[in-house]
Each structure stands twice: as structure tokens, then as C-alpha cells.
């Protein structure tokens, strides 16, 4: 059974650093591109940052390109998602994904001050 | 961007048809493929893959769950509408980046 679990978030002051991790089992990770996806409490869904099977392509939106950065580490079986300068607007639930569809169950990030 | 537009809700009466629309700003489609999905989501749960590539039904999705369109537009269809049908059901275009997601449509029970 494919499962994604999230972990790493909080409530960070604006400015800071944090760091999300997905742990992923039930298939061969190394054999597949990942994504994170963001929702704000209420709000609707929005594609963050996607990352192929190996690594070498990465992409994101723009509002975070330069301040968030996805990775993995296959001989792990995880995906990350460093995020630094944080900002009020990315307060949202966290989703890994793989495939469209399976997705964690998300995790809560919180800036504020 | 690619700017997918749903209506906000949707009222439907218990085992009616329910169709929910998204229209996009341009084009999802290829020579091969019609590049948007569909996805459920309850209050407090990630988002469930209904439909993907306009018409293909997910695994372990009902038949009453359905999708159709080309091009610009697209239909999700429900028929008939279940008690547990009730959620906000998003489209998502992956046809170029940054992959977008439509607003989401509520479904009510009328």
C-alpha cells in the first residue's frame, strides 16, 4: 500500500527557516517524480514545486522560486521541502504527492509572529 | 498561467445528476492526450483523484463518477448523487507549468 507522511511543520515567526519532510513507502520511490502541493485554511489548492524521479529537474512556482527548494533523497525513500524567507501568505497545509493520485495527509505550517 | 474557472456551488437533490463544470484560459489538450483532472475533497482530508486526463476513472472510483471535454472545456459528472458526495471537487490542468487548480465547486445537497 503506497503511504506519504508528511512531517516538520509549526508555527515559525516570518523570516525563518523550516524544513518539510515526506516519508514515503509501499513502492519504488526512486521510479517516481514527487510534488508538493499548498492550502491555505480555506482557500483553494496550489501546485508549490515538482521534482523528478532522480532529482536532476526541479520546478516551482514563482511566488516561492528562490526561497523554497525541493529534494529527495532516494536511499531514504523521502522528499523535502526547504523553505526559507517565510511569509504570512505561505501559512497553509502541506501535501506531498505523487502521481496526481496519492497524497498525504498534509501538514500544518504556520507563520506568524 | 493557465486560469481554470469552476462556480463556486453547486445544489443538487439526492439522486439527481450533478455536473460541475471548468472551463480554462487556454487549451489543455495535446494531439494525444486532454490534460486536466478532477479531484474530491472533504473538510479535513487530503484530495482524492476522481478523474484524470478529462475521462479516465481512477482506481477504486464509482461509475457514477464520470468526465468528459476537450480543449477548454470540461465536465465532471456525478449520477446519481450520494449523501457522501458532498465535498469541494477541484479541476487541475497539468498541460504546462506551473500546473494550476481551478477554485473548487461545492456540492450541496438542495
Known amino acids: 500500500e503506497v503511504q506519504l507522511v508528511e512531517s516538520g511543520g509549526g508555527l515559525v515567526q516570518p523570516g525563518r527557516s523550516m524544513k518539510l519532510s515526506c516519508a514515503a513507502s509501499?513502492?519504488?520511490?526512486?521510479?517516481?517524480?514527487m510534488a508538493w502541493v499548498r492550502q491555505a485554511p480555506t482557500k483553494g489548492l496550489e501546485w508549490v514545486a515538482t521534482?523528478?524521479?532522480?532529482?536532476?529537474?526541479?520546478y516551482y512556482r514563482d511566488s516561492v522560486k528562490g526561497r523554497f527548494t525541493i529534494s529527495r533523497d532516494n536511499a531514504k525513500s523521502t522528499l523535502y521541502l526547504q523553505m526559507n524567507s517565510l511569509r504570512s501568505e505561505d501559512t497553509a497545509t502541506y501535501y506531498c504527492?505523487?502521481?496526481?493520485?496519492?497524497w498525504g495527509q498534509g501538514t500544518l505550517v504556520t507563520v506568524s509572529s | 498561467d493557465i486560469v481554470l474557472t469552476q462556480s463556486p456551488a453547486l445544489a443538487v437533490s439526492l439522486g439527481q445528476r450533478a455536473t460541475i463544470s471548468c472551463r480554462a484560459s487556454?487549451?489543455?489538450?495535446?494531439?494525444?492526450?486532454?490534460?486536466m483532472h478532477w479531484y474530491q475533497q472533504k473538510p479535513g482530508e487530503q484530495p482524492k483523484l476522481l478523474i484524470y486526463?478529462?475521462?479516465n476513472l481512477a482506481s477504486g472510483i464509482p461509475v457514477r463518477f464520470s468526465g468528459s471535454g476537450s480543449g477548454t472545456d470540461f465536465t465532471l459528472t456525478i449520477n446519481p448523487v450520494q449523501a457522501d458526495d458532498i465535498a469541494t471537487y477541484y479541476c487541475?490542468?497539468?498541460?504546462?507549468?506551473?500546473?494550476?487548480f481551478g477554485s473548487g465547486t461545492k456540492l450541496e445537497i438542495k
Open positions: 486526463d478529462a475521462s
Open positions: 521534482i523528478s524521479y532522480d532529482g536532476s529537474s526541479t
Open positions: 487556454q487549451s489543455v489538450s495535446t494531439s494525444s492526450y486532454n490534460l
Open positions: 487541475q490542468q497539468s498541460r504546462e507549468l506551473p500546473l494550476t
Open positions: 504527492t505523487r502521481d496526481r493520485a496519492y
Open positions: 509501499g513502492f519504488t520511490f526512486s521510479n517516481y517524480g
